[in-house]
């Protein structure tokens, strides 16, 4: 009996004396070291033992008896019932989990992690400058959301769909800012592009299908598309375009406004070939117009989704780069055949998408002009930023990589000058002076025989962007590439 005295009630790991002595008998139990139909004490003497009230022991024998570890016998007391044997026999075995064929084909291809330096042309390169959002604005407009939703009381169902308010705003805001002519009954409300394209790839794949994707794209996008079981087809995206081939496909995904990573623009008969190619094939165009409202000169491009007269074309959207990358709020304009199947498919996973509160803050940052009075600011700061690298980059006279020009996003890509070699000796020698950069080698199939690169600006200073401007120049000049 004296076992069942040990534990020091002074142990400061729990918050309440009966948690400690319930999780003590728990243990002397499992452990073995007390054997079933061995009796407690009553509750009395364990309470006057540990000098609390008899109801905590009460409610401790109460827990263990629910859980299983002890029963009772009327007038006779509380005994051990559970032995590790039992335990022992739900030992782990050394065979491995059986996954599905979908699990198989899940692609372990990773991104190399690149030496990261005080000035990280990297880092949050591809997401917006938080730093700049109005989160006064956004906090005001949580508090009006909330007085806001009272209709929720009054109404029976949720509209699957996503929150009119937000809907009716999206689409007043594509027309305003995109030219796009939106039926708010044709937008499904996501938790950001990827739940779309999943959704779209279950939706749209058989196992063996082919799929058109840009090269270079996103890898995560292709890893959707293969472990739904598709083969890929990859449209290089050329210096001079984009060429629209025969594909035996019906299914493509293209980033026509502002192409990841290249930052290229589809051209306008580019358009209308893929437009007619899906027309001729009967298939279905995924746009992701994932961040070309960051346009720093004039309005920004029209979407494909403007020329789909035909209704073939996916229109995706978020939030995440012009509210909050955390809000997870997406949206997808689907051809109308599409809405009913891709509601039951999300439905599968959960009928509702982002908290109601958070999808009437957006639809209210949107309809008082928040948003847009936001995006003007980060179009003139990324602008200025953009430029300060450009006139940095002729300041120093650092001419090692040909970048492609462009007048949307958050980065910039270029293709290296010199030879592999050179290249690799650069970029050691740069992370060592502390600056580093991403490689975009990660999103090819076959990488180009010259290394190409993404330099991200948003995140940092003016000041930051012309000292690794010039660190670079000045490593450059000191290991005199090309001059050999």
Known sequence: MDLFYTLDLNNK???????????????????????????????????AKYGVNRNTIKQVYEMLYADGYVSTLEGSGTFVAYSPQKLRLMERSNKSIQLSDWAMRIPTKEQSKTQKGKINFNGAGFAPNLRHFPIDDWKKTLYQATRELNFLADVDDYDLQGLIPLREAIAAFLHRTRGMNVNPQNIVIINGVMQGIGILSHLLINKGDQVVVEEPSFQSIQANFTTAGATLIHAPVEPNGFEVSNWDSRLIYVTPSHQFPTGRVMRLEERLKLLQWAKEHNAIIIEDDYDSEFQRKGRPIEPLKVLDFEDRVVYLGTF??????????????????????FLKARNLYGEYTTSIIEQMAAAIFIKTGKLEQHLRRMKRNYSQKYQVFQDSLSQYNLDTFEWVDTNAGLHLFGSWKYSKEEYLLFEQACAKNGVSWQSSDYYFTNPPLKPTVIFGFSHLSEEDIQFGIKTMSEVFKNLNIGKN
Request: glycine share 6%.
């Open 320 to 341: 995440a780069k012009n509210i909050l990358p955390a809000l997870r709020i997406g949206y997808a304009i689907l051809p109308q055949d599409l809405i009913p199947t």
């Open 13 to 47: 790991n729990y918050s309440y004396k009966y948690q400690a002595i319930y999780q003590f008998l728990k243990e002397i139990i499992l452990e073995g070291r007390v054997e079933v139909g061995t009796r407690l004490p009553s509750s009395r003497e364990m309470a």
